[in-house]
T-cell receptor
Framework: DAGVTQSPTHLIKTRGQHVTLRCSPI?????VSWYQQVLGQGPQFIFQ?????ERGRGNFPDRFSARQFPNYSSELNVNALLLGDSALYLC???WGQGANTGELFFGEGSRLTVL | AQSVTQLGSHVSVSEGALVLLRCNYS??????LFWYVQYPNQGLQLLLK??????LVKGINGFEAEFKKSETSFHLTKPSAHMSDAAEYFC???????????????FGKGTLLTVNP
């Protein structure tokens, strides 16, 4: 079975541009979460979507937005890119909504470089 | 609110030696605790998790961790290191039970494990 897949794997943008990152969860998983991992740091929670509704939001500015589609795939959008947005963006999926409903599976990430 | 502190950003051991990676947590509700491993240019893989059942948790690849509420710790150990264990390890905490309304993990800054031949 396919794991969590993310695209693109690498991309380079310039300051002020917009980026869209995509994630396909494991088949049967209804929850998708997004994390930002800056070099040398642990991942930071950005969003969680469950059954197409936002269920959690981390401490990120409104430039960050996401959505989940009827097939449970998800997009993360970042507007007006800043140099500090350079990071590995990780998508994770799970069957249920919370940590008591099973394992969280991570994709390999989309590495964004902002010049 | 939850947080974790990983003591030691870099741990170096010899092949065959004991691996001990330290994690202390802070949580206002009973926590769920996790250890993840990240190999270069890859995502995170779950090693093990504590969800309020047995305090000694066994994971994959010979790793285990013990939940000690009195010490607010969840240290990761492996009796004998292998070269393939070289990676970055992250401790994470999540709210449990009714507080687990979402799957927000709060990660530590990570510990890079190097294994010397």
């Amino acid at each position: 079975d396919a794991g969590v897949t993310q695209s693109p794997t690498h991309l380079i943008k310039t300051r002020g541009q917009h980026v869209t990152l995509r994630c396909s969860p494991i088949s049967g998983h209804k929850s998708v979460s997004w994390y930002q991992q800056v070099l040398g740091q642990g991942p930071q929670f950005i969003f969680q979507y469950y059954e197409k509704e936002e269920r959690g939001r981390g401490n990120f500015p409104d430039r960050f937005s996401a959505r989940q589609f009827p097939n449970y795939s998800s997009e993360l959008n970042v507007n007006a890119l800043l140099l500090g947005d350079s990071a590995l963006y990780l998508c994770a999926s799970s069957w249920g909504q919370g940590a008591n409903t099973g394992e969280l599976f991570f994709g390999e990430g989309s590495r964004l470089t902002v010049l | 609110a939850q947080s974790v502190t990983q003591l030691g950003s870099h741990v170096s051991v010899s092949e065959g030696a004991l691996v001990l990676l330290r994690c202390n947590y802070s949580s206002s509700v009973p926590p769920y605790l996790f250890w993840y491993v990240q190999y270069p240019n890859q995502g995170l893989q779950l090693l093990l998790k504590y969800t309020s059942a047995a305090t000694l948790v066994k994971g994959i690849n010979g790793f285990e961790a013990e939940f000690k509420k009195s010490e607010t710790s969840f240290h990761l150990t492996k009796p004998s290191a292998h070269m393939s264990d070289a990676a970055e390890y992250f401790c994470a905490v999540s709210a449990s039970g009714s507080g687990g309304s979402n799957y927000k993990l709060t990660f530590g800054k990570g510990t890079l494990l190097t294994v010397n031949p």
